[in-house]
């Protein structure tokens, strides 16, 4: 049976596969890139290797979208907040939950079954350390080849790392990649290319000094680990690293940027998305913000903290390495969607890698080199920069909106939740185009020292978060990541916390905080389907195909940091960092309550 | 306006300073709801006992107006006149007027007794062998443990003692007992921690721990004094100077029972006219409120 299918499924392949730009030599992993190309899955959460999102199918369409109704549905069985989204491998679809991270299969033959369910015994410690609710972003796939059956990855909370057997659920290897103890978790994906899953790190704010590893997806044996901070051969820096740009800065900065040893609890942790170019076997992901959160407690630079990276996969050797903010003093941690196109620029095809900053900048960069191409604003209300000097690479600031003790900053935009934060977003190459959903808030940060007794001090800032200038929370936009240029954009009431997913139908599907999955024309912005989720969505809308029908699909499950308010029932509106204030609102609208919904004509 | 205010007062001095005529007025304290050893709302805190002496002889009905975050009770109660006296605060403390002090004591260094051993101050060689070290963040431990590079690598103890809770948007409480348990079972090798926080955790240890006090000549990185000693004040709105000359009058002629409370505590007593740097002196960090 499941052979019979592969079959059918390789037979799309070739038939898809001129379309890909996937040229013979140096595929990742050639089974996993084959499946990703074919339209029939979604065996990544970023749907392929460039993380377009983007599928060619296009039997739902603009014309036929408004007649979208609901196909199944299926509960997860968990409160909390929904990030991520369901994979699809060979008719079958994998689902996860936040923390406990339990795993469900449904043959999607008869996808009121389960076919088996994976429900890990955790450390309940786990969910104290976790910053901003319990989230889990998502599984990761492998099919069978030369390291043994089909598997499925999971990252938990309590910081293992788990390879499921595809077809039964069983166990096959377990690893420890972050220490509760230590404060640190695993809310990220896991993400494969080649022999390797590559797993992130998360909790920066409570001083982890974050790494990347990569395992072996066969045993789960550690092939290299590549940390943010530090000496250079822990950040593993190629002999040429920064070559093409010296003025990024090079060697020894990850010591250097650093007042002592304060880089061993400098933050820089990864939970975001990844992307991988097989031609060129680079990898790339963001590594967030620095810590102690409080600025003056460490001077510098911070490298490499708030860096893009680009590394060999194989070594796991940096290549390139781009700081966005030195010396961050907002928490725009720059762990974002990574997408990848090629586009001309200055006549000539280029190799592109398009990011959409916490920080409220979109840079793209030549992703052979990192030589910057374009940074601009995601919205003109972005005001703690100036802009972005393309030359040096820096970032003009404003200080009237800089944060440090003695200065009650107001109006700062972004706030510390970012214009773009965890949201996996798409990219449609027929017309070059992102789809992003934004986040349209802003905050004062007033700073306190205030004395107890006996020479100690509380020392902290107050955030207050709210709607950005135009009034809203959230906006979706859809954006031209080389000229900068803005092709519509509409505002959303609340922030657009999950992402897109676009198709050659002329569609781009999001879900909103309130709980509405929407789809409007890709090309003019028009709103021409939703539907009221019973929860609010903070994860990402996926298409596949089944029996020669188009599904989409995504989950409900309000949560993640704007949902904190409602997780943990707070009412003072600078708690959650200042995100109860801002989603106040938000209670009146919808509830927790986990769930899978999946849409057909 | 303050001078005004001042003549007001004085004007109903008389009235106020009559004692027993008044003595229905309760005394208002701002007290901590759950802040052991100091104060809690079932009075087991020494200075639920101060603040019951203090009333008692002033001849008022002890009124206890509960807090539950240190850093706002002075801005948003005393200020706002919900309550009129606090305990414990430092002697000169820029935001009230402060009493003449009624204790002084120290930080003091908690260790498991050990034959030989005495960690005498920060340059102790203990200080680098000791494998977790407790205290309380933005504390003159915390200057002292940077100073002599141990608090990177303390980080993430310290953030576990609390559950990995942030600081930066609440109030996160570090709680004294805990801290001093973590030496008894030997999860910590020290603890520093200001004396009077400790004492009474460190004599229920029942002998297993030596406490120290810390002396007062600890010398930042960069060469400046970081006061380890501290002289105890009772704190009033700014304006009261006939409540604080009331207090004053108490503190004064209660004074052996007040010692003889804070040494059943077990609270190291240092001599009053001790010289060097109150928190008057070392005011000179801003706060806002």
């Known amino acids: ?71 199944w549905t299926f509960s997860t069985g968990t409160l909390h907040g929904h ?32 076919l088996w369910q994976y429900k890990p015994k955790q450390n309940p410690a786990a969910r104290a350390v976790a910053c901003c609710d319990v989230v889990n972003r998502g599984l990761a796939y492998v099919p069978a080849g030369d390291h043994g059956p089909a598997k499925i990855f999971l990252n938990q909370l309590d910081g293992h790392v788990v390879a499921l057997n595809a077809k039964t659920g069983e166990e096959i290897w377990k690893m420890e990649n972050s220490d509760i103890a230590m404060g640190s978790t695993l809310t990220g994906a896991p993400f ?88 060129l076997d680079m990898v790339y992901y963001g590594s967030g913000n620095p810590a102690p959160w409080n600025e003056t407690m460490r001077p510098g630079d ?26 961050d003093e907002w928490d725009y941690a720059g762990v974002n969607y990574m997408g990848l196109s090629e586009q001309e620029v200055d006549g000539k ?122 009034g809203t929370l959230g906006q979706v936009k859809a954006m031209n990541g080389v000229t900068g240029r803005m092709e519509w954009e509409v505002p959303e009431k609340f922030a657009v916390w999950g992402g897109t997913m676009a198709t050659a139908g002329n569609l781009m599907f999001y879900g909103t905080l309130d709980g509405y999955i929407k789809a409007r024309d890709s090309r003019t912005g028009d709103l021409l389907w939703k539907f009221k989720l019973p929860s609010g969505v903070i994860g990402h809308p996926i298409t596949y195909q089944h029996n020669g029908k188009q599904y989409v699909a995504i989950y409900s499950g309000v949560g993640g940091w704007p949902g904190v308010g409602l ?31 999946v849409f057909s004509l | 306006m303050r001078f005004a205010r001042v003549t007001l007062l004085v004007l109903s001095l008389p009235f106020l300073g009559s004692g027993g005529a008044v003595a229905a007025e309760p005394l208002r304290v701002c007290a901590a709801e759950n802040e052991l050893p100091y104060s809690d709302k079932d009075g087991k805190g020494f200075e639920n006992k101060l603040a019951e002496l203090i009333a008692g002889e002033l001849g008022r009905p002890l009124e206890n107006v509960w807090w539950q975050d240190p850093r706002y009770f002075v801005r948003d109660q005393l200020d706002k006149g919900l309550c009129d006296v606090v305990m414990g605060i430092d002697t000169g403390d820029a935001r009230m007027l402060t009493s003449e002090p009624y204790y002084r004591s120290g930080y003091v260094f908690v260790y498991r007794r050990e034959k030989g051993l005495k960690v005498e101050d920060f340059d102790s060689e203990f200080l ?41 948007n609440q109030y996160v409480r570090y709680d004294p007992e805990k801290l001093v348990n973590e030496v008894v079972s030997g999860s910590a090798d020290l603890a520093v921690l200001w004396a009077p926080q400790a004492a009474r955790y460190v004599k229920e240890a029942g002998g297993k721990l030596e406490m120290r006090v810390i002396p007062d000549r600890q010398i930042r990185a960069d060469g400046g004094k970081v006061p380890f000693h501290y002289s105890t004040s009772v704190g009033v709105r700014k304006d009261e100077q006939a409540l604080k000359a009331d207090v004053d009058r108490v503190l004064k002629k209660r004074a052996k029972e007040i010692q003889a409370l804070l040494k059943v505590e077990g609270i190291p007593l240092l001599p009053l006219d001790e010289s060097g740097p109150t928190a008057a002196h070392t005011g000179t960090k801003k706060y806002k409120g």
């Open chain 1, 1 to 71: 049976m499941q052979l019979r299918k592969l079959a059918v499924a390789i037979g799309s392949v070739l038939f898809t596969a001129g379309l890909s730009g996937l040229s013979g030599a140096a595929f990742g992993n050639t089974d996993l890139a084959r499946m990703a190309e074919d339209d029939k899955n979604w065996v990544m959460q970023t749907k392929d290797y460039s993380a377009t999102h983007f599928s060619r199918m296009h039997q739902i369409n603009t014309d036929n979208v408004k007649y979208l109704k609901v196909a």
């Open chain 1, 83 to 114: 990030e991520g989204a369901p994979l699809v491998a060979d008719g079958i679809m994998y689902v996860h939950t936040p923390f406990p991270n339990n795993v469900y299969a449904l043959d999607l033959n008869d996808p009121g079954r389960i």
């Open chain 1, 192 to 279: 494969v290319a080649k022999d390797k899953v590559l797993v992130g790190s998360a909790g920066a704010e409570l001083g982890v000094r974050g790494y990347v590893t990569a395992y072996n997806i066969k045993d789960g044996k550690q092939q290299w680990r590549a940390y943010a901070t530090g000496p250079d051969q822990d950040l593993l820096l190629d002999a040429n690293f920064n070559g093409p740009n010296p003025h990024y800065g090079q060697f020894g900065l990850g010591l250097q940027t650093w007042e002592g040893d304060a880089w061993k609890i400098g933050g820089g942790t990864n939970w975001g998305w990844y992307a991988y170019d097989p031609k």
């Open chain 1, 302 to 327: 911070n490298k490499w903290t708030m860096t893009i990276w680009g590394r060999d996969l194989n070594t796991g050797k940096a290549k390139f390495g781009y700081q966005k903010t030195p010396h």
């Open chain 1, 349 to 470: 095809v280029q190799p592109l890698l398009t990011h959409p900053d916490r920080n409220g900048i979109v840079y793209t960069l030549n992703r052979e080199t990192g030589s910057l191409v374009n940074a601009f604003k995601i919205d003109d209300t972005v005001n703690w920069v100036k802009k972005v000097d393309l030359k040096t690479g820096l970032p003009i600031r404003d200080p009237e909106y800089a944060t440090y003790m003695d200065h009650e900053g107001k109006g700062i935009c972004p706030s510390a939740m970012g214009y773009h934060n965890q949201g996996l977003e798409s990219y449609d190459p027929d017309k070059k185009l992102f789809f992003m959903g934004v986040n349209h808030i802003c905050m004062d940060w007033e700073p306190f020292m205030l004395p107890y007794r006996a020479g100690q001090f509380f020392v902290g800032a107050t955030l207050n978060m709210y709607p950005g200038p135009k």
């Open chain 1, 567 to 597: 997780v943990f029932d707070l009412k003072d509106p600078t708690a959650g960092l200042g995100a109860v204030g801002a989603f106040k609102e938000l209670a009146h609208y919808t509830q927790m309550g986990g769930a899978l919904f």
């Open chain 2, 128 to 168: 680098h062998r000791a494998k977790q070290i407790a205290f309380m963040p933005d504390t003159p431990a915390e200057t002292m443990l940077k100073a002599i590079g141990r608090y990177n690598d303390q980080f993430n103890y310290l953030q576990s003692l609390v559950g990995f809770k942030a600081r930066r």
